[in-house]
């Protein structure tokens, strides 16, 4: 199986910061590493597809990068409704998510 | 626009078994190259894939739940469904479906999603 780990679990930040999650799989995934957000009471929601690809209609201050094992989500200025948790989830093998990382405000 | 809707018993016994339907609108659940799947998210925890059925039928399910997991569909009402055994206080969670979409040249990602369902294991 293969294992993905999100750190940090949860982080508290600003509007206007920029704000970098990151991902670790327990083997090479290449790019086959998407984003989610979920706020409370919704369904998650794509961000990110293929490690670095934006979902349509999702804002331009989200960013992926990376492959193999490592990945990061960037939010270049966070903003009010960007407050949620994030999820890694990797298609290399089956599926796996990774453990969440709630942002919230600081 | 596709959307899925789940449904089923919002209070299932343990040792029953846990049975929610998916219905899809908006697109035909036996056309196009997609897994219909089936995710959920116990309380204060993160997210857990269950399983998918390809739209062609066959099926693949998380290692940690296979034994106990049936995933279907019925293409006649544009529907799928998850069937959980034995089920305990630990698959308390809200359910989701979900497609999970992809090609040959871009990784599958779960693009439509269910608004969810609660599902608790409880006498």
């Known amino acids: 199986d293969i294992q993905m780990t999100q750190s940090p679990s949860s982080l508290s930040a600003s509007v206007g910061d920029r704000v970098t999650i990151t991902c670790r799989a327990s083997?090479?995934?290449?790019?086959?590493l998407n984003w989610y957000q979920q706020k409370p009471g919704r369904a998650p929601k794509l961000l990110i597809y293929?490690?670095?690809s934006l979902q349509s209609g999702v804002p331009s201050r989200f960013s992926g990068s990376g492959s193999g094992t490592d990945f990061t989500l960037t939010i270049s200025s966070l903003q009010p409704e960007d407050f949620a948790t994030y999820y890694c989830?990797?298609?290399?093998?089956?599926?796996?998510f990774g453990g969440g990382t709630k942002v919230e405000i600081k | 626009q596709v959307q899925l809707q789940e449904s089923g018993p919002g209070l299932v016994k343990p040792s029953q078994t846990l049975s929610l339907t998916c219905t899809v609108s908006?697109?035909?659940?036996?056309?196009?190259?997609?897994?219909w799947s089936w995710i959920r998210r116990p309380a204060g925890k993160g997210l857990q894939w269950i399983g998918r059925?390809?739209?062609?039928?066959?099926?693949d399910y998380n290692p940690s739940l296979k034994s106990r997991v049936t995933i279907s569909v019925d293409t006649s009402k544009n529907q799928f469904s998850l069937n959980l055994r034995s089920v305990t206080a630990a698959d308390t969670a809200m359910y989701y479906c979900?497609?999970?979409?992809?090609?040959?040249?871009?990784?599958?990602?779960?693009?439509?999603w269910g608004q969810g369902t609660l599902v608790t294991v409880s006498s």
């Open positions: 979900a497609r999970f979409a992809g090609t040959v040249v871009t990784p599958f990602h779960f693009d439509y």
């Open positions: 908006g697109d035909s659940i036996s056309s196009g190259s997609y897994y």
């Open positions: 059925i390809y739209t062609g039928g066959s099926t």
């Open positions: 083997q090479s995934i290449t790019t086959y």
């Open positions: 293929a490690a670095s």
């Open positions: 989830q990797q298609s290399y093998n089956l599926v796996t």
